[in-house]
């Protein structure tokens, strides 16, 4: 059974910081992993996707790694900013074929707060 | 384009009752998963539907179940509601279900 687990749980950083994000998962046949954000009460906005074959993915302050063989992945954010304030969740969809599509196993978020 | 609708957005429902609820995936997408999300539990996966068969179901109860239509729209619905099924239940669509996952709103469930 996959399980995800995210470091550290709350952060709370000054406006400019750059700051790393980190989600471990236990079962390292995956077929992508992906970062959402959420904002109180809403639905998940996508971030990034990584695909199983990928190392890293980019959008603009994002940069996530992926590293399949320890499971590991990191959401890095540069100059942070205090619109980046939410919950930051990690999703892996596990590769046991095909009837394992379409079910993502989150991990608990990372509450990131960033102050003026 | 159009993202992922989830209706209604609130429900307020007594134990009991029955309640659904609807989701109308991303035009081309033809993947529909559920969510429940709760404080505690944090996100957990309910089912997904592709071509309006269901691929795949997570740990609930029976009283959760649903349906995709040919059109790829998706009804959630439970059964004898409990208090314990209070929660923000959220939509995902995605093309294949192994592609990029999109998200709607959600609709908040509040059983008293």
């Known amino acids: 059974k996959q399980e995800v687990t995210q470091i550290p749980a709350a952060l709370s950083v000054p406006e400019g910081e750059n700051l790393v994000l980190n989600c471990s998962f236990t079962d390292s046949a995956i077929y992508n992993l992906q970062w959402f954000r959420q904002d109180p009460g809403k639905g998940l906005t996508s971030l990034l996707l990584?695909?199983?074959?990928?190392r890293e993915q980019t959008s603009g302050r994002l940069n996530a790694s992926l590293d399949k063989s320890s499971g590991r992945s990191t959401l890095y954010i540069a100059a942070s900013q205090p619109g980046d304030s939410a919950t930051y969740l990690c999703?892996?969809?596990?590769?046991?074929?095909?009837?394992?599509?379409?079910?993502?196993?989150f991990g608990q978020g990372t509450i990131l707060t960033v102050h003026p | 384009k159009a993202g992922v609708t989830q209706t209604p957005r609130y429900l307020i429902k007594t134990r009991g009752q029955q309640v659904t609820l609807s989701c109308s995936p991303i035009?081309?997408?033809?993947?529909v998963s559920w969510y429940q999300q709760t404080p505690g539990q944090g996100l957990q996966f309910l089912f997904e539907?592709?071509?309006?068969?269901?691929?795949n179901k997570g740990n609930f109860p029976g009283r959760f179940s649903g349906r995709q239509f040919s059109n790829s729209r998706s009804e959630m619905n439970v059964s004898t509601l409990e208090l314990g099924d209070s929660a923000l239940y959220l939509c995902?669509?995605?093309?294949?279900?192994?592609?990029?996952?999109?998200f709607g709103q959600g609709t908040r469930l509040t059983v008293v």
């Open positions: 995902a669509s995605s093309r294949q279900g192994n592609t990029e996952a999109f």
């Open positions: 990584i695909q199983s074959s990928q």
């Open positions: 999703a892996v969809g596990t590769n046991a074929g095909g009837t394992s599509y379409g079910k993502l196993t």
């Open positions: 539907y592709f071509s309006e068969t269901q691929r």
């Open positions: 035009s081309g997408h033809r993947s």
